[in-house]
């Protein structure tokens, strides 16, 4: 409504407007709110049928989703009679400049990524503002001259809803590589190091157990030699892990493109005008059994394709991610080459693509638990998958898989997701499972008379009693660690109580002077 009155009450030389809004659905929603409104007015005025009539204004989406070109359409100079409404993430408050702009209309909220480390569940919220980010938004009315701000929100939530300063990301995200760099930097005691602005300890605490269920701690919490090179690696801690478990699996060179893929955003575009057809365009790309084979397939066909751009435009795909991938591909054979790890593939062979996928996400799996529904299995928690994924809608879905992130948005959901073998899990991740063989007998809910007493074992009952004893060693090597550790501090703690006794035995004071 601000952005209607201040078109229609100025004239369209005056300036270009800037809307900021929460996230791409808002700004869609926005978008096309005003079209109406707009042409509702024009319709009245001069008697226009459609939007696309009106040649004084022109309404700009822009948010981090839309391709390079779209994208760029903000920066081109319009008519001298021609008004730009640009409407915009917080994208617009720093990392880009936008001329003309002459008034700002600030909802006063954005999408905020926060971590939740009980469950490990990263969730965009929104919420208000900070003042800073207030000013900022401002600031941009009249970089060039004199602007106007609108703020739709009264001075008293802004200071009663608003922190002086955002709340700053190292206390609202997974903390694991920052960690493990800082342990491969030579600081054992974690917990107490000056951090500027300290994270809360527990996601300290969470990001450190997950460093040690993927190995790179071991039980008394110092680095082991997977942990140290796994920090010579520019990457999350369970992705190095799945780079460096594919190198002795022998499909490094598959991996390679995985993880560079995971480690960029979105590379499928899904413009609202032809989501039909970007649909089936990304149905040609899926593999039924995985995300990351689907990831790996997109760039397989795209490197195959002589890394074409309109090759990508073609088929829905973000050129710009997937470029950035391939760059991230060659910083990645740098860091092996340099390491001296072996980059080899597997050919056809998906399975142990699979597995090594496992090694790094054990301790994000999930079992189906109904039709379409998946539970976690460390925490219970209720699953769904991402409606993005390959295994989405499939009619038989499969009965466990590891995910890459967990998200909140209208529901919990995994998102790219593996199909991966129950005993993978307990390979891997063996101290947080239990396994046992279900009979048939059990499945159909037969009487203990019309069961068949059959006790010989076969391959299935040898592999189960391997993992039982796997994590029974697991175990003690764990309870062995605890009780050195337990009388480490002990020693520790009556050496430090001798020392405070010995201080208290000496008297500190003045002597009295004798009077003259």
Not at 284 to 310: C, G, I, M, P
Not at 440 to 463: A, I, P, R, V
């Amino acid at each position: 409504t601000q952005a209607l009155k201040t078109h229609l009450s100025t004239p369209v030389s005056s300036g270009d407007i800037l809307i900021f809004m929460t996230g791409q659905e808002d700004i869609e929603v926005t978008c096309e709110v005003l079209k109406e409104k707009l042409l509702e007015v024009y319709s009245k005025k001069l008697g226009i049928a459609s939007f696309e009539d009106i040649n004084d204004i022109e309404i700009l989406p822009i948010y981090s989703s839309l391709p390079a070109d779209v994208q760029g359409r903000i920066f081109k100079a319009t008519d001298p009679n021609k008004r730009k409404v640009v409407v915009a993430t917080n994208i617009a408050e720093t990392s880009l400049t936008v001329d003309g702009i002459k008034y700002v209309i600030d909802c006063g909220y954005s999408k905020l990524k926060m971590y939740n480390p009980r469950i490990g569940l990263d969730s965009l919220t929104v919420t208000p503002i900070s003042l800073a980010n207030a000013d900022q938004r401002s600031g941009r009315a009249g970089r060039t001259g004199p602007g106007i701000a609108y703020r739709l929100y009264t001075e008293d939530s802004a200071y009663e809803d608003m922190y002086p300063q955002a709340i700053p990301e190292i206390q609202r995200t997974n903390l694991s590589n920052t960690l493990l760099l800082l342990k491969s930097l030579g600081v054992e005691d974690l917990l107490k190091f000056p951090f500027i602005d300290p994270p809360p300890t527990q996601i300290l605490m969470t990001s450190l157990f997950e460093l040690w269920s993927i190995g790179a701690l071991d039980n008394m919490g110092n680095l082991t030699k997977l942990g140290i090179q796994m920090a010579k690696f520019p990457l999350r801690p369970s992705l190095s892990k799945i780079l460096l478990v594919a190198a002795s699996n022998g499909c490094s060179k598959e991996m390679i493109s995985i993880v560079s893929m995971l480690s960029v955003p979105q590379v499928f575009y899904r413009p609202k005008e032809r989501q039909g057809e970007s649909d089936q365009a990304r149905n040609r790309f899926f593999v039924s059994e995985s995300d990351h084979l689907t990831l790996l397939n997109v760039y397989s066909q795209w490197k195959a394709n002589n890394y074409s751009y309109h090759w990508c435009n073609k088929h829905f795909l973000q050129y710009k991610s997937l470029q950035r991938a391939r760059e991230i591909k060659h910083q990645l054979l740098r860091v092996m080459e340099k390491l001296n790890i072996p980059v080899v593939s597997s050919g056809a062979d998906w399975d142990v693509v699979r597995k090594s996928i496992c090694s790094g996400y054990a301790h994000q799996a999930a079992k189906i638990s109904g039709l379409g529904k998946y539970v976690h299995l460390k925490n219970g928690m209720g699953l769904q998958l991402h409606p993005t994924s390959a295994l989405f809608g499939l009619g038989d879905l499969p009965p466990y898989v590891v995910y890459h992130e967990l998200l909140l948005t209208s529901k919990e959901y995994i998102n790219v997701v593996t199909t991966v073998d129950p005993f993978w899990l307990m390979e891997f991740g063996g101290l947080f499972y239990n396994i046992r063989r279900r009979r048939e007998e059990e499945e159909y809910g037969l009487y203990e008379t019309e069961k068949e007493q059959d006790t010989s074992k076969d391959f299935l009952d040898f592999k189960i009693e391997k993992c039982a004893r796997l994590k029974e060693v697991a175990l003690k090597r764990l309870q062995d660690d605890k009780i050195e550790y337990e009388k480490f501090t002990n020693a520790a703690l009556s050496k430090r109580k001798g020392k405070e006794a010995s201080k208290s035995g000496v008297s500190i004071g003045f002597k009295r002077r004798k009077p003259l």
